[in-house]
């Protein structure tokens, strides 16, 4: 797995993020390689020079319960539909811990409702108040709060989470 800068993607690159997360995500299309924002990087998996597996990674700060952790959120996770249940996925998850335990990490945080996969691949799922900016389509919706029971996190750092509510500091990923 490469994880790259978003400003070192290639056109090419784009591209093929573009229709494997169009193809993951049939409901949620658009013709760029993100959903709701540029995320600050790009873990790109290739097997026989295409790519099989991506997922956009955010680096930033977010509350919880009056504390502040520097998270590392995944966002658009997926794998080609030709290559799932080779272990890719789990493969690129081991990886990316792998990678924040040597960086000033302190969870790794994403949102889903694949409860089995990421509960299997040592993530712990939260169920807490949430405020973040709801954004579509490059446009500000405004602050959204709601409980939310679909996240995941797993830390990388030793530091304890703490309950209370999450505030994710800007949009969700």
Request: proline share 3%; net charge negative; glycine share 8%.
């Amino acid at each position: 797995m490469n994880i790259k800068p978003e400003l070192d993607i290639t056109s090419d690159e784009h591209t093929a993020i573009t229709a494997l997360r169009n193809d993951a995500f049939p409901d949620h299309q658009v013709a760029r390689s993100y959903y709701k924002q540029l995320p600050h990087m790009r873990a790109l998996k290739y097997k026989d020079k295409r790519l099989v597996g991506y997922l956009g990674l955010d680096y930033r700060v977010i509350g919880v319960g009056g504390c502040a952790f520097k998270v590392l959120g995944v966002i658009d996770f997926c794998v080609a539909k030709t290559h799932q249940g080779q272990g890719i996925g789990s493969a690129m998850l081991s990886e990316l811990s792998e990678y924040s335990k040597s960086r000033d990490v302190d969870f790794i945080i994403l949102v889903s409702d694949l409860t089995e996969f990421y509960s299997n691949n040592g993530f712990r799922q939260i169920h807490a108040p949430s405020a973040w900016l709801r954004l579509h389509e490059h446009k500000n919706f405004g602050v959204a709060f709601e409980h939310l029971d679909d996240i995941f996190i797993k830390p990388t750092s030793g530091k304890h989470w703490e309950s209370g509510q999450l505030d994710w500091l800007g949009y969700m990923f």
